[in-house]
C-alpha cells in the first residue's frame, strides 16, 4: 500500500469507468487492478464497470490519487476537512467518568454543548405496523427526490417536523436495541412502542415496554390502526395503565397518539410528540469534536467491499478521517448519506454510510475517530491487552453474589429482576412476595411473563445487571448457550419460600454493613515502665476474658474514658505475643497514648459485624 504521507500521481476519470479503461489509465496490466479489487472484496471481471469510490479506494493502494473530471477542487475539501478534525482534536476535553452521563459526553464542557436531534427507536408486537408507520414517516415527512433503497442499507433516517430534525433507528426490535445496550451503547434517546388498536396490548408489546424502561428511555405510545372498524383505542389505553403507562390525557405522563400508517393520519401529532419530550430533556452534543458514535450495522457488498452503517452522536465526521471500532481501525475513504448521496462532513445524530474497513463491524459497537493511523494503533493495542486481561479474569458467569456485590460497592442500592414463571396463576403471587421484599434495597422487576426462560430474557438481563428468577421455568437451549456467552446467573426455583429467602439474604447482603463493638477482655495497669524510643508500657494483670494483639483498646480512668487506640505492643516477659488470657500478666503498649497510672482500666474490644 501507498504511504499516505508521499506525493500520489492524480489521475481524472468519470463517475463511472470500465476496469480495462481505469488500468489503461492508471498506466498498468488489468491483471494487477483485478487482484488490487479482490483483495479489497470486490469480485469484478475485466469487462465489468466500477464507481468513482470503488475505483479512489483500489487506485489508493496502487499508488494513485483519483479525481472526477471537472473536479479540480476535491484536493482543497479534503485538506480543509483534515484541518477541521484537528482543530477538534485540540477543542477535545480530557476523558473522565461520570455516572449518569452518556458515553460520549464524558470529559465534555458544558459550555461546548449544543442541543441535536432526538434519536428515536420504533419497536412493538409483530404485525402492529411498526414497519408501516416508520415507511409512512419516511414517505411524508422526507425531501421528495431521495434514491429510497439506502435506507435500508443505513438502517436510519432523519426527517423534518416544525424546523426540528428527528432521526429515525430502524431496528429488527427490541432484541437489537437491548443487543445494543449489551455492549455498551445507548444509541437512541427515545422509544415509540407501536401497539395495534385492533389487538391491543400483546407479550412483544410488554417486552418491548420493559426494554425501553429498563433502558432509561423515554416512552410515546403510537395506538395504530385506528382507521379500522374494529379499532378500540381507549382499550389500549386501559391495559396501559394497568401496567403503570398512564396516558397524558388520564393525569399520567406518558404520550398517547392514535395513529394509522394506512392513511398517515395522526403522524403530525405523533412527531409534535416526539419533540415535545425531547424539549423536555434536550440531547446534547459537542459538534466541534472528533466524531463519536454506534455501529447501526455491518456487511460486506460484493462491488463495494467492507460497509458500516454509522450513528454520529457526538462530534463530526469527516471523509479522510481515521477510525477505531473496537479492535479494528481504518480510514473513512467514502461516506454517504441516506439517499445514497457522497458527502464529505456528518455532523450529530446523522446516519451514514463508510467505505474503508477491514473488517465487518458488530451492530452496537462503539466508534471514535483519533487523530492518525499512529493513535488508532496504540489504542487498538491498549483494548486488547484489556481484553485478554477481561477474558482471563472472566473464566465463568458472574454468580449471584458477584452481582449483588457490585451493586454493593455502588451508589445505587436497586435490585434488578427478571422473573419467568410456568403459568399465569403463579406469576403474580411471585412478583407479590419479591416486591415485598424492598426496603432500602429497591426490588425492581424489570420483566415479567409465563413461558420458558428465553434468550432474549438472558440478554435483558446481560444490559441491565439483572439476575434472572424462573420459578419452575427453565432455560431453553438457547438461553442456557447465551448464559454462559453473557456472564448471566439464572436462579431456579420450585417453591416460594425458599427463592423468597435467597432474594432476602442477598438484599442483607446488599446493604451496608453494620459494625457493633464487642467487649473481649479487661485489663488493670498495676505498673508503668518508660522504654527507650518507645514510651510507656503498662504492666497489666488481666482480669477478665482474653486481649489480643489485633484488637483496639479504651483506657479508662476512673470511669471515664481517656483514650481510644490500637494495641501498639503485648508482651509476656520479654516475648511479643498474640493474646493473653484471664489471670495472666503482661505488658501492654497503645498507640498514641504514654499517660498510664497504676489503676487503670484497659478495655479491650472488637468490631463485629451484625448486618
Known sequence: MAD????LKVVEIPPTVGVRELADRLGISPVELLKAL??????????????????AIVAEDLGFSLRLEGAAEAEAAVAEAQAVAEQAEAAAAPEVTVPGVPWYLVGED???????????????????????????IRNTHVAAGESGGITQHIGAYTVSHAGQPVTF???????????????????????????????????????????????????????????????????????????????????????????????????DELLDAIVLVAEDSPPLTNPKRMALGTVL???IDQQRGVIASLLVQSGTLNRGDTIVIGTQYGRVRAMFDEDGERIKVAGPATPVEIMGLSDVPDAGSRFEVVANEKAAKALVAEREDATRTTATAAAGPMTLDELFAKAA?????????????????????????????????T???????????????INLAAASDAVVIGFRSHPDGPARRAVLAQNVEVREYD?????????????????????????????????????????????????????????????????????????????????????????????????????????????????????
Open 443 to 457: 426490588v425492581t422487576i424489570l420483566h415479567a411473563a409465563t413461558g420458558d426462560i428465553t434468550e432474549r430474557d
Open 409 to 441: 460497592a455502588g451508589e445505587t442500592k436497586t435490585l434488578n429482576l427478571i422473573v419467568k414463571t410456568d403459568v399465569q396463576g403463579t406469576l403474580e403471587p411471585v412478583l407479590d412476595a419479591l416486591e415485598r421484599l424492598s426496603g432500602e434495597i
Open 169 to 267: 433507528i430502524d431496528t429488527p426490535g427490541h432484541e437489537a436495541f437491548t443487543a445494543m445496550r449489551a455492549r455498551g451503547a445507548q444509541a437512541t434517546d427515545i422509544a415509540v412502542i407501536v401497539i395495534a388498536a385492533d389487538d391491543g396490548v400483546m407479550p412483544q408489546s410488554l417486552e418491548a415496554i420493559d426494554h425501553a424502561r429498563a433502558a432509561g428511555v423515554p416512552i410515546i405510545v403510537a395506538i395504530n390502526k385506528t382507521d379500522l372498524p374494529n379499532a378500540r383505542p381507549e382499550r389500549v389505553m386501559e391495559q396501559m395503565a394497568e401496567i403503570d403507562v398512564v396516558p397524558d390525557a388520564w393525569g399520567g405522563d406518558t404520550f398517547f397518539v392514535p395513529v394509522s400508517a394506512a392513511t398517515s393520519a395522526g403522524l
Open 4 to 7: 499516505n504521507e508521499t506525493e
Open 110 to 136: 458544558e459550555k461546548s454543548l449544543e442541543p441535536r436531534a432526538p434519536v428515536v427507536t420504533v419497536m412493538g408486537h409483530v404485525d402492529h405496523g411498526k414497519t408501516s408507520l416508520l415507511d409512512a
Open 38 to 55: 479482490i483483495a479489497n472484496g470486490i469480485m469484478a471481471s475485466i469487462s465489468d464497470s466500477i464507481d468513482y469510490e470503488t475505483a
Open 495 to 611: 417453591v416460594i419460600y425458599k427463592m423468597v429467602e435467597d432474594v432476602a439474604d442477598a438484599l442483607t447482603g446488599m446493604l451496608e454493613p453494620i459494625y457493633e463493638e464487642q467487649d473481649i477482655g479487661h485489663a488493670e495497669v498495676r505498673a508503668v515502665f518508660s522504654i527507650p524510643r518507645a514510651g510507656k508500657v503498662a504492666g497489666c494483670a488481666v482480669t477478665q476474658g482474653i486481649i489480643r494483639r489485633s484488637a483496639r483498646v479504651r483506657v479508662m480512668r476512673d470511669g471515664a474514658e481517656l483514650a481510644t487506640g490500637s494495641v501498639s505492643s503485648l508482651k509476656r516477659f520479654t516475648e511479643d505475643v498474640r493474646e493473653v488470657r484471664e489471670g495472666f500478666e503482661c505488658g501492654v503498649g497503645v498507640s498514641n497514648f504514654n499517660d498510664f497510672e497504676e489503676g487503670d482500666t484497659l478495655v479491650f474490644f472488637v468490631e463485629e459485624r451484625v448486618r
Open 297 to 299: 450495522e455491518g456487511e
